[in-house]
């Protein structure tokens, strides 16, 4: 594509300007003056044989030509200062964009990205938490790892690790709990999935006829097991998650019985080809779980 004359100059004057409705911010931003401002800016108008700026007695405001052209540098601009900073000292830098259901990645992931790190210099990983509701291609994620069957439509999975659930309490609560009908006495801690308790109670051969206790409901299991820390009540986790407070002694088990409803799956559109950061990402991540 032959590209015209791009009045580099001209079109960051413009943008300055626009950002800041001023010429005389935008020159102080650029380190120049405001009449260089203000002349590239009318050269740019010439060039273009449109007029950007109505000028008013106290500053500027955009015209409807200049409200179609701000969007476009303003994206142009940050987009070359983004590359430029992947580029950093010389070296290349990928970033990798991966959003993670909370309980994984506070009970699992955070404690070994510095391995990741270790190994991968030179990815720049942003991890964003999610109660796992996530929207891959809206987010603008390179992989998702969320609790499932692994089962979502247009979404490459690859299975990451199990996830069964148990009862999770501070001592004082497992103290009175003698066998898992005592359960019913407790206040449950739960999350939006109401089917968890009915499906624990079966597994533990509690009769589903019993009246159940008093709930509370979270949309966040990180907020869910905190209440569950502060002596809340009892909540169904994976113990995997929460293994450095059980081995704390801060939260126990009480009971052997679990519960599979899902596993952790790291997950991708299969319309997004894989970078060179997403399959380091992916082969690592992969490793590190297995037993």
């Known amino acids: 594509m032959v590209r015209p004359h791009l009045p580099l100059k001209a079109l960051r004057a413009f943008e300055a300007s626009a950002r800041h409705l001023s010429f005389t911010r935008a020159a102080i931003e650029l380190c120049v003056t405001q009449a260089a401002v203000s002349h590239q800016v009318k050269s740019l108008e010439q060039q273009l044989q449109v007029t950007l700026f109505k000028r008013l007695p106290r500053g500027l405001m955009l015209t409807r030509e200049g409200e179609l052209l701000l969007p476009v540098l303003r994206d142009s601009f940050d987009q070359i200062s983004h590359t430029l900073g992947r580029l950093g000292d010389g070296n290349y830098r990928e970033v990798l964009?991966?959003?993670?259901?909370?309980?994984?990645?506070?009970?699992?992931?955070?404690?070994?990205?510095?391995?990741?790190?270790?190994?991968y210099p030179f990815i720049d990983l942003r991890l964003s938490t999610n109660n796992n509701r996530v929207d891959i291609a809206a987010e603008g994620l390179d992989y998702a790892i969320r609790f499932g069957t692994g089962a979502w439509h247009g979404i490459a999975a690859h299975p990451l690790l199990p996830a069964s659930l148990s009862v999770l309490c501070i001592p004082a609560i497992a103290a009175r709990l003698g066998s898992p009908v005592d359960v019913l006495n407790e206040t449950w801690l739960r999350s939006y999935r109401a089917d968890e308790w009915t499906e624990w109670l079966l597994a533990a051969g509690v009769a589903a006829s019993l009246p159940v206790p008093g709930s509370m409901v979270f949309d966040?299991?990180?907020?869910?097991?905190?209440?569950?820390?502060?002596?809340?009540?009892?909540?169904?986790?994976?113990?995997?998650?929460?293994?450095?407070?059980?081995?704390?002694?801060?939260?126990?088990?009480?009971?052997?019985?679990?519960v599979s409803l899902g596993s952790?799956?790291?997950?991708?559109?299969q319309s997004r080809a894989e970078t060179p950061a997403m399959a380091a990402f992916r082969e690592w991540v992969i490793g590190v779980a297995k037993p």
């Open 97 to 119: 964009n991966v959003g993670a259901v909370g309980t994984f990645a506070v009970g699992w992931l955070l404690p070994r990205l510095a391995d990741f790190q270790a190994k």
């Open 220 to 258: 966040s299991s990180i907020a869910m097991m905190e209440a569950a820390l502060q002596g809340a009540g009892l909540a169904l986790a994976p113990p995997l998650m929460f293994s450095r407070h059980l081995a704390a002694g801060d939260l126990v088990q009480p009971f052997d019985t679990a």
């Open 264 to 269: 952790y799956w790291l997950t991708r559109l």
